[in-house]
C-alpha cells in the first residue's frame, strides 16, 4: 500500500519530519511518500497562505493518483483545501486535524489543542464545530510561536508548546491534547511520556487512518458533492 | 464611495450582469466597479473551482484596495475564499450568499434557496450554518442547471429556476427565496414580482451591505484572524 | 429616504442622540427621524421593561408607515418586540442588536458585548443565539451602570464602558466589541480610535443596514409569520 | 395551595374551558383560579396579539401574587411574555408549551405538535429550540384554524385537529403529540384513548407542574434576569 | 398515589435520606417507597459502576410496576439508565438530573452543577446537553469527593460542597446551583437559605414531577422507542 | 497485532459472521478474534437489551485485556456501553457506529443509515448527535425487519435491505450509505457494487479504525472519564 502525504507548505525540512512520524507508525507493507508543492508559501499561517498553497496542492493530489497512490493525507493542521483535494481523486483523503480530533474523540472525553499562532485559533474552532467536536474540544491555545520557529528554533519552540500543553492539562479540565501543527509532529512522543495522557500528533493519526481507509476498500464517493470537478 | 464587486469566475457576461444588477441598487453616489480576475474557472461549481479562483481572486482585492475601493463584494454564492480576501484588506468584504441570508433573515422568517447544481446544495448548507441560518434556512435546492446555462440558455434556465421557487414556496413553509447563484440576479424582480414574496438576488443584497458597511466607516479588523498575511 | 428610528423608552436626551449617531452615518439623500414614545419606561432593563414599551412601539411603527417611513430602526439593544414590529408594517425593521452583530460578523470573527447591567447579560446571549452566533460572540459583559447613568453620568459611565471594553480585549480573544446599549451610540469613535480595532454602535450598523434594505427596495414578507396582526 | 391560571386573551368561554380542564388534574388540596386579563385580543395568534396581551398579563400576575397564589400556568401556547412573568413575581410561572414540551421529553422520544394557523408554526419552532428540544421535537404542524373556531365551531375544529394528529403519528415518526392551543385542552383526552398515544395538552401539563413546583417550595431566583423590575 | 424512588446504588443509608428528602415535599395522598437493589455498587462514579447499577435496577422497575407503583424517580444523578426503565413500565420514570434541570430552567436564567468527583463533570455536562440545556448550564462543577464521602464524614464533605456552591455563586454568573448527586439531597434547604436562591435537589425536583405526570394520568408512550422490550 | 471483537449479543452465527467482516479487512500481522457473551440477549433492539448486555461485555473486555488484546471493537450498532468499556481498559475499544460514521464523513459529505427496526432509529438518530454527525447523517432508516431475521431469514431480510438503502439514495441526497446492524455486515460488498457509491459496514471500519489507533502505540486516557472504575 502506498500513502501519499502532502505537506501543502514548500519547507523541505518540515516535510522531512512529517515523512519521518508516519514511517514510524506505518504498518509493514505501507510505503510512505511526503512531498510538499513547489511555490507555496514556507508555512500557512491564514486563511490566504491556504489558499494559496491549495492550487499546488491539488495538481500534487493528481498526480499522486496518477502515480498510484492509495490513500492521501494532507499535512498542514488547518485541513486547507480538504473537500477540494476529495474532488479530485477518488482515493480517500485525509486531513491531520480532522484524524487527530478523531483519534481524540475515542481515546479522551474532552481534549484541548495547542496550535502555533493565535490568528490560528478561530480557524481550528471553526472545524473543531465542522467535525462535530464542539462539546468535546475544551479550548483552543497558542503557543505564539511562528510555523517555521519549530524548524528553526527548535528548542525554544519545543518548550513553548510543553508549557502550553501543561497549561492544558492543568486548566483545562482535558484527558488529552493536540498538537496543532503538522510542524510539532516529533513533540508528541516526548510529551505523551512526561504527562501520561495521549498528546496526539495528526500526522501519525492521519497516516493510520489512511492505511485503515484504504485497507478497507473505500473510495471517496463520486455521487454527491466530492464528484470530479466539471470540465469547463 | 466606490464598491468592487469581484466575480471571481472569468465569464465576462455574467461579470456584466452582476454589475448591472449592482448599479441598479447603488446609491446616487456609489460607483460600481464589476471585475472579474482572469485564468479562473468559467464557473464555479464545487470546491475545486473555488480553489482556482481564490489565488487570482485575492490577487484583485488587493489591486483594488490600491486603486481605493471603500468595500468589495465577492459575487460568488459560494462565497469562495471570503475569509482569506478579509486577510488582504482592511476594507470590508461581503459576500453574496453572507448578505442574501442576512437581508432574508430580517425580512423573513424562514427561506429556501435555490441554486444551481445539485452538488452545490451541501456547500451552501454548510455556509448557512457556518453563518447562523440552520433554523432559518428550511431546505436549499438545486434547479440541475449548470451555472453557464444561466448565460447560454437563459429562458430555459429561467424556466427551471422559476419551477424551483414556486416549489419551495409550495412544500417548504418559507416566506423568502434565496436566489442561490450571481448568475440568475437578473431573474429575482421578476420572481418576486410574481409570487408577491421576496425573491432575494445575493448581489443586490452585498452591494448595498457593503455600502452600508463603508458609509459607518468600518474597516476589517487587523486584530484576530483577519490580520494581513505574514510575509514569508 | 426617510428612516424612522426609535428609541422604545421615553428618554428624550437619548433618542436625541440616537439621531445624531444615526444622522452622523445617514447617506445625503436620507432623511433621519428619531422618536421615542410617551409611557414607556425611562429606560428598558430587562424583559418587563421590554414588555411595557412594546404596544406603544407597534403604535410608533404603524403611525410611521402611514407617514412614509421606507424602514425603521428599533434602537434598544435588547431588540423588544422586533418581530412584532414586523408584523405591523410591510417596510424593513433592523434591530440595533441584530445589525451590530451582523456587521461585527462581517467585520471580525469574534467579539464580545459590552452591556449596561448584568440582567441583561442573558438577554443578550440568547440573543446572539437566535441571530446563530453563538460561536462568534465570545461573551457578553457588562459594565454594572444602570441605563441612564449613560445620559445623567456620562463621564463616569463612559470610564466604566471604557474598562469593560478594554477588558474584553485583553481577556476574550476577540478582534472586535459591540456597544450594548443606544445610549453608547456617542463612545463608538473614540473607543474606535483609542484601540484600533471596530468598536461597534448598533445604531450606526442598524441605520446604514436599514438604508441598505430600502435602497434594495425590499420588504418585510407578509407570506409567513410577519404576515398583518388578523383582525379581531 | 393555590394555582392561578392566566388566559391571556379575553376570551372568557376559553378561560372557563382552560379553568376545567386544570381542575380535573389538579390535586384535592389545589384551589384553581383561572382568570383572564380585560382588554387584550380575543386571542392571540402572532407577535403583535402576544405583545398587545402582556402589559395587562403582567398586572394579572403582580395582583395574583397579591392575593397569594402559590404559582401561575400561562396559558397561551405561545407562552407570550413568559420572562417578563418571572420578573414580576416571586412565585414559579409556568408556560404551556414549556410545560407539555416537558412532558413530553418524559413519557416519548419524539413528538409533534398541533396547532392552530401556520402563522405560529416558526413561533413554536423557535421556542422548541429555545427549551432546549431541537431534536426530540419533529415538526409542528398546523391544523389550519383560527383559535376562535375551536370556541365557535368546535365540532369542526377538532375534527381538522384530530386529522392532523393522525397524520403526525403516520408521517413524522413520532410517538406522542402535543396540541399546541390552550383551546384545545378538551380534546386530548379522547384522542390520547383513540390513539394510544400520549396526546398532550399544556394546560394540565403546566398546572400540575406548577403544582409541583409550589409543593417543593421553590421560588422564582431572584438574583439574575429575574429580579424584580427596576423602580424607574 | 405511589412514587417509588429508587436510588440504584446499594447503599443503604443514602436509600434512606433519598426517601426523606422525597417525603419531605410529596402530597398528603403520596406515599413514598424509596428502594435500592442487591448487588449493585455502593456508589455510582462512571460508566461501569453505572451499567453494573442498571440490569438490577431494571428488575426493581418491573417489579415496583407490579407493586402498583404509579410513577418512578430515578434517584443517582447520572440518570443511568433512565431510557431503559421507560421500556420495562408504562409508568412514568423521572431521572433526577433531568428534572433538576427542569426545574432550574423555569426557576433561574442560568445555572450551574456541583457535583461529586471531576470523572462525573462531563457525564453530566453531557446530559445538559441531550435534555436541551446546554446555553443555560454554565458550568458543572466538582466538590472532589466520592459519593459516599457524604455518607461516612458528613460534615467535612458538606462544607466542600458549600465552598463549591458558593464559588459557583461568585464566579459563574448563574441565578440557581443544582447539587449534583442524591447523596447531597440534605443539603438544599440550608444552602437555599444562605445563598438566597434556588439551590435544588434533584430528588424533590424529580418526586413532585413524577407526581404531577401521574396526576396527569400520563403513561410513557408505547408506540415508539420505549415499547417494551421484545421476547427473545 | 490482536484485535478482539465482541458482538454483544448471544447468537453465535452473528459473531461467526462478524469475524468473517474483519477478516477480510485486516491487516496481515492483524489476529482477529471474535467472541461473544455468554448470557445476553440474542439481539440488541432496544435500550433495556442494551443494558442486559453490558455488564458481560465488560467482563469480556476485562478478560481480552488481560489475554493481551491491543484493541477492542464494539460490535452492535448501538455502541452499547461503549463509554462503560473505555473505563475498564487501558486499549482503544471503536464502537461500529462510532467508526462507521467516521468513515462516512471522511468519504461522503452526506450519508443515511438503515438499520433494522423502527425502535433503533432514535437510538442512532441520538448517536449521529453525540458523535457531532447532526447535519451529515440526512436520515436514519429501518429497513423493519428484527435483528434476528438476518440471521433466520437472510435472503427476505437482505432484499428488504437493499431496497431501503436504494431508497436512501434516491429520496436523501446522500452519496453513502451506512448499514446500522453488524448483522448485515456481509450485504456492504455487494451493495457498493450495485449502487456505485460507499455502502459502508461497521465492522470493517471498526476493525481498521481499531488496527489504526493500536498502531499508533495509543491508549485510553485514564486522565479524566475514562479512569478505571474505583474500588468499592
Do not use: W
Not at 486531513?95 to 496550535?115: D, H, K, P
Request: net charge negative; charged share 20%.
Amino acid at each position: 500500500m502506498k500513502i501519499h502525504i502532502i505537506n501543502p507548505n514548500s519547507t523541505a525540512s518540515m516535510t522531512e519530519k512529517i515523512g519521518e512520524a508516519a514511517r514510524a507508525v506505518a504498518a509493514p507493507g505501507t510505503a510512505i511518500l511526503a512531498t510538499n508543492p513547489q511555490g507555496t508559501p514556507a508555512s500557512i499561517e491564514g486563511h490566504a497562505d491556504e489558499a494559496a498553497a491549495v492550487p499546488p496542492l491539488l495538481r500534487e493530489i493528481i498526480e499522486g493518483t496518477e502515480a498510484g497512490a492509495d490513500a492521501f493525507v494532507l499535512a498542514c493542521f488547518d485541513d486547507p483545501g480538504l473537500f477540494a483535494c476529495r474532488e479530485v481523486t477518488d482515493r480517500p483523503v485525509v486531513g491531520i486535524c480532522e484524524a487527530a480530533m478523531m483519534a481524540a474523540s475515542i481515546l479522551a472525553v474532552r481534549f484541548s489543542v495547542v496550535t502555533t499562532l493565535p490568528r490560528s485559533i478561530p480557524i481550528i474552532e471553526d472545524l473543531a464545530d465542522r467535525y462535530g467536536h464542539t462539546r468535546r474540544c475544551r479550548r483552543v491555545r497558542s503557543a505564539a510561536i511562528p510555523v517555521l520557529a519549530l524548524e528553526e528554533d527548535g528548542d525554544n519552540a519545543a518548550a513553548l508548546v510543553r508549557a502550553e500543553v501543561l497549561a492544558a492539562i492543568r486548566e483545562d479540565g482535558v484527558d488529552a491534547v493536540i498538537l496543532g501543527c503538522a510542524g510539532m509532529a516529533d513533540l508528541a512522543a516526548t510529551l505523551s511520556a512526561e504527562t501520561g495522557i495521549p498528546i496526539l500528533d495528526g500526522v501519525a493519526a492521519a497516516t493510520k487512518l489512511a492505511e485503515a481507509l484504504a485497507g478497507c476498500g473505500y473510495t471517496t464517493s463520486k455521487a454527491g458533492a466530492y464528484a470530479y470537478p466539471l470540465d469547463k
